[in-house]
């Protein structure tokens, strides 16, 4: 936890809150918007949080400040990355009606900007420590539009394990499309997985998912039959964690990841995150696969794979990846929990 004052000039402070939040890694995707502004998805999705890599965010009110102040891992955040938080702050000003700017301090233990969700833990963090510092007294499921707003999948990393995110319904006004998308918790029984993350590239990528999915919905002739056939997905998705069927969630999380990726290597122009190393790993996963391990292929918008596997295989899972790619590093990451407030001061 960061509780150190930021670097520049003294600004008086106010209420201040901490939170934590961690990663989530989507089974079913989320992959492009019916609502830029609102970030309402197309489709539903649903995803496992991490127990690695967790953001750490304090959000500090600062009365006598003129300009919001943002800093990532120590250093002043520039261009997009600011954008998105002050106008994320903006947000939580209108609702809490109070004006004042903020001093917002993160630290990022994933990578940022390299297809590992940093966004997703980064505005889950953001939500519950500047909605604590405003003073908007929110549940989970508030917290988790809330941090929506920031990025479509924080939404998830607002609750640990698995979560399911409601697409939603856009029938009425803009309130109650927006009441109706959030995430919430998914039971499972009996299932004990890991995810084996390959990091292959840890380097910003070239085109930022939130313009990848742009172009693909705009763009793609096989968006359309992947958003369809992600329905199907999405209800085998469940059936098979209720039932703790570590095999078939891995085969529904693998075909909707590479039908994902179909969609935007269509695209015009086309959206190619995988490397060469990908397709290595990839092909690491077949042959564990023949081996008679259940391991499963899971990649976003970078060249990183996630390999979905039970807990109890791994460590073998693990060591055939880091042969496969001895470039790379590797990771093994359990459920994880959903984001909660470290620390609150001055309210
Ligand atoms: C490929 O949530 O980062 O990881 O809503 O535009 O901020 P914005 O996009 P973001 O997209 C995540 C896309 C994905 C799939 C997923 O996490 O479901």
């Known amino acids: 936890m960061r509780t150190e004052q930021p670097a520049g000039p003294h600004v008086p402070g106010g209420p201040a809150a901490t939170a934590v939040a961690h990663p989530n890694i989507a089974l079913v995707k989320y992959w492009g918007k019916r609502d830029e502004e609102l970030f309402l998805p197309r489709t539903d999705s649903l995803s496992m949080t991490l127990d690695i890599f967790p953001t750490t965010t304090r959000v500090r009110l600062a009365p006598a400040a003129e300009h919001d102040r943002v800093t990532l891992n120590g250093r002043p955040a520039t261009g997009e990355a600011k954008r998105r938080v002050i106008a994320f702050l903006e947000l939580v000003r209108e609702r809490s009606g109070t004006a004042h700017r903020a001093v917002v301090d993160t630290e990022n233990t994933v990578p940022t900007g390299a297809g590992l969700a940093s966004s997703a833990s980064g505005f889950a963090a953001l939500a519950v420590a500047a909605a604590a510092a405003y003073g908007l007294e929110q549940d989970a499921t508030a917290l988790s539009r809330l941090a929506r707003r920031g990025s479509g999948s924080a939404s ?27 995430a919430e918790p998914v039971h499972t029984a009996g299932l004990d997985p890991a995810l084996v993350i390959a990091v292959l590239d840890a380097g910003p990528k070239a085109v930022s998912s939130r313009e990848a999915m742009r172009r693909t919905l705009d763009t793609s002739p096989l968006y359309e039959p992947w958003a369809r056939s992600s329905t199907d997905d999405l209800a085998d998705m469940r059936a098979a964690l209720r039932r703790g069927d570590l095999d078939a969630v891995g085969e529904v999380a693998e075909r909707n990841a590479l039908g994902m990726h179909a969609t935007m290597l269509a ?7 995988l490397a060469p190393a990908s397709l290595t790993v990839l ?7 023949r081996d008679g391990i259940g391991a499963y292929a899971t990649m976003d918008a970078g060249p990183n794979v996630k390999v979905l596997c ?9 060591a055939a990846v880091r042969g496969a790619v001895p470039g790379g590093s590797v990771h093994i990451a359990g459920p994880g929990p959903g984001a909660r407030l470290l620390a609150r001061d001055g309210r």
């Open 310 to 318: 039970r807990r109890t295989d791994a460590g073998r899972v693990a």
């Open 156 to 182: 998830r990393s607002v609750f640990g394990a698995f979560a399911l995110w409601h697409a939603g319904h856009s029938g009425g006004t803009a309130a109650q499309a927006d009441l109706s998308s959030y």
């Open 283 to 289: 092909d690491s996963v077949l042959q564990l696969r």
């Open 267 to 273: 695209a015009r122009p086309a959206v190619r995150y």
